[in-house]
């Protein structure tokens, strides 16, 4: 079973590896300033809210990436778990900090509960976008469309169930959107 998209080996493992140093950078910055600065206890009070949201939404992104390989007959995950296109619930694209990943729903079938993966593709050098594409988020990757096209196959209920959400309640496992 030939491969025909993948994951980029390199913005998935920098991701690893940048995002825990910029968070640990970003703690240090803010303990630095509020311990030299006299601010205001509320002033204290928000930076850590905003940053703790922050934190708490890369964290759970470094958690949901994953290096995945599509084929034909299924989806393979870090090399060790399949899954077949009538068990994806919902896939769709998400503007990135390096270009466009990829929220993929889909069944677990061992535990009965929905999955959320975020995946960095490989960059598609043939395709051309414009300004207003980038902008708008209308752009549809071409791994996008290949998922679509073999869930919608498998699964007829695909699109009945489905409307485009936004990230953090797509990553979040604490917003239950499905049963």
């Given at each position: 079973?030939?491969?025909?998209?993948?994951?980029?080996?390199?913005?998935?493992?920098?991701?690893?590896?940048?995002?825990?140093?910029?968070?640990?950078?970003?703690?240090?910055?803010?303990?630095?300033?509020?311990?030299?600065?006299?601010?205001?206890?509320?002033?204290?009070?928000?930076?850590?809210?905003?940053?703790?949201?922050?934190?708490?939404?890369?964290?759970?992104?470094?958690?949901?990436?994953?290096?995945?390989?599509?084929?034909?007959?299924?989806?393979?995950?870090?090399?060790?778990?399949?899954?077949?296109?009538?068990?994806?619930?919902?896939?769709?694209?998400?503007?990135?900090?390096?270009?466009?990943?990829?929220?993929?729903?889909?069944?677990?079938?061992?535990?009965?509960?929905?999955?959320?993966i975020l995946v960095f593709p490989e960059k598609e050098n043939s395709v051309k976008y414009?300004?207003?594409?980038?902008?708008?988020?209308?752009?549809?990757?071409?791994?996008?469309?290949?998922?679509?096209?073999?869930?919608?196959?498998?699964?007829?209920?695909?699109?009945?169930?489905?409307?485009?959400?936004?990230?953090?309640?797509?990553?979040?496992?604490?917003?239950?959107?499905?049963?």
């Open positions: 079973m030939p491969i025909l998209y993948k994951s980029s080996k390199y913005f998935t493992y920098s991701y690893y590896i940048i995002t825990p140093f910029s968070i640990a950078f970003f703690l240090f910055l803010i303990i630095a300033i509020v311990s030299h600065s006299n601010f205001n206890l509320i002033f204290i009070i928000f930076l850590f809210i905003c940053f703790s949201c922050l934190f708490i939404s890369e964290f759970e992104s470094i958690l949901k990436l994953k290096y995945i390989e599509v084929s034909e007959d299924c989806i393979l995950i870090n090399h060790k778990k399949t899954i077949e296109y009538k068990n994806i619930v919902y896939v769709y694209n998400l503007r990135y900090e390096n270009g466009y990943g990829l929220v993929l729903w889909y069944l677990d079938i061992k535990t009965n509960k929905l999955k959320v414009t300004y207003r594409d980038t902008l708008f988020n209308t752009v549809e990757l071409q791994v996008t469309k290949f998922i679509k096209e073999k869930a919608i196959k498998s699964n007829p209920h695909y699109l009945n169930i489905n409307n485009r959400r936004y990230f953090l309640f797509s990553i979040s496992p604490t917003f239950k959107i499905f049963k």
